[in-house]
C-alpha cells in the first residue's frame, strides 16, 4: 500500500499543497457556549446552552529541500495564497472579497473543510546564498461545514459503516471511480445521487466526493 500524502487545497483544487511529510500529529478542539447567569439562594446557577462554536484544527508541517537544493517557498507558497483574497468572490459594488475556502486531507475516508485562520512560518536552514531550504509552518484552520454531514467515519463511535470520500484528481471520470470503488462502472449514479451531481461529466480537480455505501 502506496503512503498517502496529507493534502492541504482550495475548494476548486486551483491551488494545492501536498506535504513533503507528513504531519507528526494533528489537534482538533471544538467549544461550546453556555450562558449561565447568577442564581441567588441556590446552589448551583442554571446553564442555557447558546450554540456551538466551529471546530479549529491545529498542525505544524515540516518541509525540507535541502537534498535538491530548490527552495522551499516554492512548495509553501500555495499555503500564503491561501490566505489572500480570492478575487473571484470580490463584489463587483464594494470590492470586497474573502480568502478561498479549503480543504485538508489524508486519505480517503476523512477530510476537514475549513478557511485557514492563521499560518507562521520558521526557516531554519539556509544554502550559502541565502536561500532557504528547510522549515516548519504552524497552521490553525477554521472549520465552515459541520462535520455531521460526513459522519460514520468511524465504525467504533456509533456511527454505522465508515463513509468513504473520493477527491477527484485531473481526467477522473465518474464510471471510473465507480469501478475502482465498486468493481462495478454502471454504479456511477449512486455516486451522482450522494453528491447532487447535475453534471457528473464535469468533475473538477481537488472535489470531494462521498461514496455511499452500497
Known amino acids: 500500500m502506496s503512503l498517502e500524502k496529507a493534502e492541504i487545497a482550495t ?7 501536498r506535504c513533503l511529510f507528513n504531519p507528526k500529529e494533528y489537534t482538533i478542539q471544538r467549544s461550546n457556549r453556555w450562558k449561565v447567569e447568577i442564581a441567588k439562594g441556590k446552589n448551583m446557577p442554571e446553564a442555557e446552552f447558546s450554540g456551538g462554536e466551529p471546530a479549529s484544527l491545529r498542525m505544524q508541517l515540516f518541509f525540507d529541500t535541502y537534498e535538491a537544493g530548490t527552495d522551499v517557498r ?16 470580490q463584489q463587483r459594488e464594494t470590492g470586497k472579497g474573502e480568502p478561498p475556502k479549503v ?12 478557511v485557514i485562520e492563521s499560518i507562521s512560518q520558521r526557516f531554519t536552514l539556509f544554502k ?3 536561500t532557504p531550504v528547510r ?9 465552515i461545514q459541520d462535520e455531521l ?11 454505522g ?23 462495478d462502472s454502471t454504479k456511477w449514479r449512486l455516486i451522482a445521487k450522494a ?20
Open 135 to 143: 522549515s516548519t509552518v504552524d497552521l490553525t484552520l477554521k472549520q
Open 11 to 17: 475548494e476548486d483544487g486551483s491551488i494545492r499543497v
Open 74 to 89: 516554492k512548495h509553501t507558497e500555495g499555503l500564503w495564497k491561501m490566505m489572500r483574497i480570492d478575487e473571484s468572490t
Open 149 to 159: 454531514k460526513f459522519a460514520g467515519t468511524n465504525p467504533t463511535s456509533g456511527g
Open 161 to 183: 459503516e465508515a463513509q468513504r470520500v473520493h477527491i477527484v484528481e485531473a481526467g477522473d471520470r465518474l464510471d471510473w471511480i465507480a469501478y475502482q470503488e465498486y468493481r
Open 195 to 214: 453528491n447532487d451531481l447535475m453534471r457528473p461529466r464535469q468533475l473538477r480537480p481537488g472535489q470531494r466526493l462521498i461514496i455511499p455505501t452500497e
Open 103 to 114: 480543504v485538508f486531507t489524508w486519505g480517503k475516508i476523512w477530510a476537514f473543510d475549513a
Open 128 to 130: 550559502a546564498d541565502g
